[in-house]
């Protein structure tokens, strides 16, 4: 049986503003036939989520923005940090709601996934959403510009095979949503529910 990597020692390195945001640490690894690497680069940053929210006439809730690691526009979806003591699907209902001003009906968990397999930087938590209607104006605290767009089905899955979703966490989501929208059906269910969890 394949044993797993242990952390021996951590010791902090850099640490913006209060940490909350980005912290680098220097661990000590112990792998498991003895070997130690004394110098492991740790990247701490929040956890977050992404949703990939299709509406009631089945077009896809994204935006057209400017990322600063991105060159050029990107296509992203909505998504954000996930506050203290919030859970998953309750930062991904607010998220979509702040970000779009949309609600949606039935909710399914993509899964969780860890950002970088060495080096931490927190966990990914994605999430399909549908029936989504618009309930209100948009209430986001983004620093950029962000053009709300309603994307046909074909038109995402062309914007996604050529690439427009330049972030490969929200590549990752949308993909991994369409597929799931192809092989299952959602449940009816109320809109705090979350099937296949």
Known sequence: MMETLRTLQRRPLVKL???RFLAVECHSVAFPDGKVVEDWGWVITPDYINVVAMTVEGSLICFRQAKYAVQGLTLSIPGGYIEAGE???????RELLEESGYVADHWQALGSYVVDGNRGAGTAHLFVATDARWQQPIDADDLEEQELLLLSRSAAEEALQAGEFKVLAWAAAVALAFRRLDTQQPAHSSSTAVDGI
Not at 87 to 93: I, K, V
Request: aromatic share 0%; hydrophobic share 40%; proline share 10%.
């Open 17 to 19: 503003g209060d940490g």
């Open 87 to 93: 859970e998953p699907l309750a930062a991904a209902q």
